[in-house]
Structure formats: C-alpha cells, structure tokens
C-alpha cells in the first residue's frame, strides 16, 4: 500500500472567545485519510490531527493532549509547571471544511471539578 503525502506551508490562525489568537507558520500534510497540522506555540511542538469529526490536539514537550468529537465525551489532560489537569470535553459541534475553505471551527464543554464551560474555537489555514 503506498503511502502519499503532500506537505504544504500554512499561515496557522487559532481563535477563541476563552484565549489569546494564535497566529503562525505551520506545515500541514495529509496521510491516510487525515489532516495534520504541525507547528510551535511557545517553543512546543504541537499538532493538530483532524479526521472527519474528531480532532486530536498534543503538545508534545509536555504531554498535554485533547481528544474532541462531535457527539461524544473524552477525558483529556492539560499539564502544567503545577502538575496535570484531568477534564472532560464534550463537543455539540465540530464544522470540518478545511478541505474546501481552511476552516476549522469546534463547539464544546469542558468540565472539571464539578464546574464547566462553553468553548469555541475557529482554526484557520491559509497556504503561503
């Protein structure tokens, strides 16, 4: 089975209601049926792997990984110089047309500690 990929250089755009925007280089290729996304947020690397409706996000120096799918609840783990954080993500909506207009766009809960919050986030790609 051959294995293709195609790498392309992006202009990366992360938003959100809950955080600062995120604006980088990024290199995003296509394997097996996904969607990756790889670039470097406060000298981390990190990526974002999108198939269909769920998405992975890791930053890989400190282990921190989200799993987020539409219609469904994953544990996630957040770390920090304090330690880890244990939540859970539940997404109502995760809009995926990055294939045809580079957006990416994710609705959901998180909860921890018996409190909780809405979340959206808008991923942006542009090819440069």
Known sequence: ???????????LTIS???????????????????AYILYRHENEPCSIKVRGSRVTVIRHGSGTRMEIEEGAAHMSRYVTPMGAL???IA???VDNRLDTEGILTLEYRISAGGEADENKVIIKTEEI
């Open 16 to 34: 959100s209601d809950r955080a600062p925007r995120l604006c980088c280089e990024a290199m995003m290729t296509e394997r097996d049926g996904a």
């Open 91 to 93: 997404a109502h909506k």
């Open 86 to 88: 244990s939540f859970e």
């Open 1 to 11: 089975m051959k294995n293709t990929e195609n790498k392309k250089k992006i202009r």
